[in-house]
């Protein structure tokens, strides 16, 4: 029996690392300002990790718009593969060219991952562990991650392109 009201739990949930790097660099802030030598310094650098954690926290929680969509996305060995009720899809992160935001799809908005053959997986913005997807992005050369929080936040009216892989070096 819970005491919490799920409505609530599911706020505190998505907040879950902001409010970590917020208790983490109180914590820090304490021990800095009220100790001294070796538990100062270690209270300093505490802070600092906390203001960071809270940092990236703020970003994941600007990016999750919900799990409550249809399908499943899962993130394994550089792969992600998206299970839908009607679709699905698999593509690799190394292969990848194309992110794309399709606002237009129904009932949610989907993120279009386009591979190096051509294929196109489309998973929906609130598809359960659609989260994942922050950390698979975040790892593309060249992504604005700013840029892709804010066309997901501004609800454009047509497909916008959020990364582009563009022509690959050799050297």
């Not at 300093?44 to 600007?62: C, D, E, H, K, N």
């Not at 690799?92 to 997986?121: C, F, M, N, Q, Y």
């Not at 598809?127 to 609800?155: C, H, K, P, Y």
Request: neutral net charge; glycine residues 8%; hydrophobic residues 45%.
């Amino acid at each position: 029996m819970s005491f919490i009201r799920p409505e609530l739990k599911q706020k505190f949930w998505r907040w879950r690392e902001v409010l970590l790097g917020v208790f983490i660099a109180c914590c820090g802030m304490l021990w800095a300002v009220t100790e001294s030598g070796v538990l100062a310094a270690i209270g300093t650098s505490l802070a600092i990790v906390g203001a960071l954690i809270t940092f990236a926290g703020f970003q994941r929680t600007r990016f999750r718009v919900g799990s409550d969509g249809p399908g499943v996305v899962t993130v394994d060995e550089r792969q992600v593969t998206y299970y839908g009720p009607l679709d699905g899809g698999s593509v690799s992160i190394d292969s990848l060219v194309r992110v794309e935001l399709d606002p237009a799809a129904k009932p949610h908005a989907v993120w279009a991952l386009t591979d190096s053959t051509g294929l196109t997986v489309e998973i929906p913005t609130q598809a359960r562990n659609a989260e994942m997807l922050f950390d698979v992005f975040s790892a593309l050369d060249g992504i604005r991650t700013e840029n892709m929080l804010a066309q997901l936040r501004s609800n454009p009216t047509e497909r916008v392109r959020i990364w582009d892989a563009g022509r690959r070096r050799l050297h």
